[in-house]
């Protein structure tokens, strides 16, 4: 399926130059949702997985479903502050400024493997705070799987040698 077709994408949002990709036109219409999740799911089913983590908000568009559909658990990376246990945290680097992601101290045994889940690979900067906070708990990222991968950002640069998987590159 050419999934490019059900994403739109919107100029100049959030600013000038900008070219938004939209999901969810992709994500109303149930057909080619679950299309896209089990395209994900046949990429990587072949890895041993214990849990799958998505970080906050997207990721868990793309990790619940995907974590369900492979009968795993779903760990939910959250901005600072969203969680209500013990956390560990992890800062990253934003256009103008930083932000923290924290993940609950008990999410993840050492130990487990995990994926990472999330809407769109961009510049690499939530995935890697996503994959500091997993080694942090002694779990193994096994790879990370996304919607959309913008190519010409270069993410992949900053997450070293995991597996990526991207259905849909621009």
Request: no cysteine; proline share 5%; charged share 25%.
């Amino acid at each position: 399926m050419n999934y490019k077709e059900h994403i739109r994408v919107i100029p100049d949002f959030p600013q000038p130059g900008i070219r938004f990709k939209d999901i969810t036109t992709l994500t109303n219409n149930g057909a080619v949702y679950a299309a896209a999740i089990n395209e994900i799911k046949e990429a990587i089913q072949d890895k041993q997985i214990d849990l799958i983590a998505g970080p906050e908000a997207r990721g868990f568009i793309i990790g619940a479903p995907l974590a369900v559909s492979m009968g795993l658990g779903f760990v939910p990376i959250r901005k600072s502050g969203k969680l209500p246990g013990e956390v560990v945290e992890a800062s990253y680097d934003l256009e103008y400024g930083k932000d923290k992601l924290t993940i609950h101290k008990d999410a993840i045994k050492p130990g487990q493997k995990v994926l990472i889940a999330d809407d769109l690979l961009a510049t690499g900067g939530t995935i890697a705070s996503t994959i500091n906070l997993i080694e942090q708990l002694g779990g193994e990222v096994v790879g990370a799987a996304f919607l959309i991968e913008l190519g010409y950002l270069d993410g992949r640069s900053k997450l070293g040698d995991i597996d990526i998987f991207s259905l849909v590159t621009y």
